[in-house]
């Protein structure tokens, strides 16, 4: 027998045991960056956030889990549903809270059904959606989302839930000894401007290295959590990360590296990644200085050269950006699954989800004529 019992803190749940069910080692879904992001300030009900951790029992021991929250807004989630919310409040209705099953504030695609990697990972994941579809009826709430799913996880979703995918864009390596040898792989032009463009951060007389996080001191990442803000002040948007979550990542090990720009030992420009699993995931950047091409070279080429280094087999630089098609990086649909508890509601959005998923296919294609690659097969 299952019993699915919902936490209000990640802390309720065993570290080691909650790691032990994830299908791999995605860090966004560790139970110490979860936590790091809980008892840092990050997760606030005034700024939407309030955790709501779904944890499947055989007696006391968990057997599966979810990181799950009743969201009172959509921001922070990177797959878009103000035109549903807008849609459900003009007919009456109260779209928010709704329950989110995803990593907050973090567009990358990993486990959220974490239920082992046996034979009974596939019941085990369907009983967890069930369990959420089952909260979201009791609570009587709109709605339920499941953001950024991994493949294998989209057989547990039933024909209640609606799927939506959308495009990133990602670096595969295939087995590359250096960057030159990747650079190969690619289109004449296409390589001669990724040359150019690291020729002009050369020199500007900036030392670039990449830093372990673990290495850094307390100043240091007070300096990258500045550069970090200020970008996201910059383009009018809110810094929900606090300092003292950028303090914590220094307690994540290797797990946290940074392609920095130093001026005389100061931090003047940073891209800040994650890395498990066999794949590094690039998350904030942030500058001082405006050199042409810095921002390329620190969130692209420092990654794509770190992952050659360390035998990676992927780099994810983040959601969005057309522009990362010209420096190697193709084009990979993303999943995210819907449950809208209203019949007719959710009747509606399905229809207008056909041509989304129209559109989206049209897009898909038209980017694969622009593929970076001189052979197809990359």
Avoid at 326 to 343: C, D, I, Q
Wanted: net charge neutral; aromatic share 12%.
């Amino acid at each position: 027998m299952l019993t699915a019992r919902f936490h209000p803190a990640i802390a309720e749940l065993p570290a080691a045991t909650w790691d032990a069910l994830r299908a791999d080692a995605n860090p966004f879904v560790s139970h110490a960056f979860l936590h790091a992001l809980e008892r840092t300030g990050c997760i606030r009900p005034e700024w939407g956030w309030q955790p709501h951790h779904l944890g499947l029992y055989e007696g006391e021991r968990l057997v599966a889990a979810a990181p799950l929250y009743l969201k009172g807004n959509s921001h922070g989630e990177f797959v878009f549903d103000w035109s549903w919310a807008s849609a459900w409040e003009r007919a009456g209705g109260s779209y928010y809270p709704k329950l989110l099953n995803a990593v907050p504030y973090s567009p990358v695609p990993g486990p959220r059904l974490l239920a082992g990697r046996d034979a009974q990972a596939p019941r085990l994941r369907q009983a967890l959606v069930r369990a959420m579809q089952a909260e979201t009826d009791r609570l009587r709430l709109s709605s339920a989302h499941a953001n950024f799913l991994q493949e294998e996880a989209l057989d547990a979703f039933g024909g209640d839930w609606l799927a939506r995918s959308d495009v990133q864009f990602h670096w595969h390596n295939h087995g590359y000894r250096d960057f030159d040898e990747f650079l190969g792989t690619l289109r004449a032009k296409k390589r001669k401007n990724i040359r150019q463009e690291r020729a002009q951060v050369r020199a500007c007389g900036l030392d670039i290295r990449m830093c372990d996080g673990a290495s850094l001191n307390t100043e240091a990442w007070r300096r990258i959590h500045a550069l970090y803000e200020a970008t996201f002040d910059a383009k009018g948007n809110h810094a929900a990360l606090t300092p003292a979550f950028f303090q914590a990542l220094a307690g994540l090990g290797d797990t946290v590296q940074l392609a920095c720009a130093m001026d005389d030992g100061r931090i003047e420009a940073m891209a800040l990644f994650l890395q498990g699993g066999g794949a590094l995931y690039g998350r904030y950047w942030g500058a001082r200085v405006e050199v042409p091409g810095l921002h390329f070279e620190l969130c692209y080429y420092r990654g794509i050269e770190h992952a050659i280094a360390r035998g990676l087999t992927r780099f994810e630089p983040g959601a969005q950006g057309e522009h990362k098609l010209a420096r190697g990086f193709v084009p990979v649909r993303t999943h995210s699954r819907h449950y809208l508890a209203h019949p007719q509601f959710r009747r509606a959005v399905r229809e207008a989800l056909v041509h989304e998923a129209h559109a989206m296919d049209d897009y898909v294609a038209e980017l694969a004529a622009h593929a970076p690659y001189a052979e197809a097969c990359r």
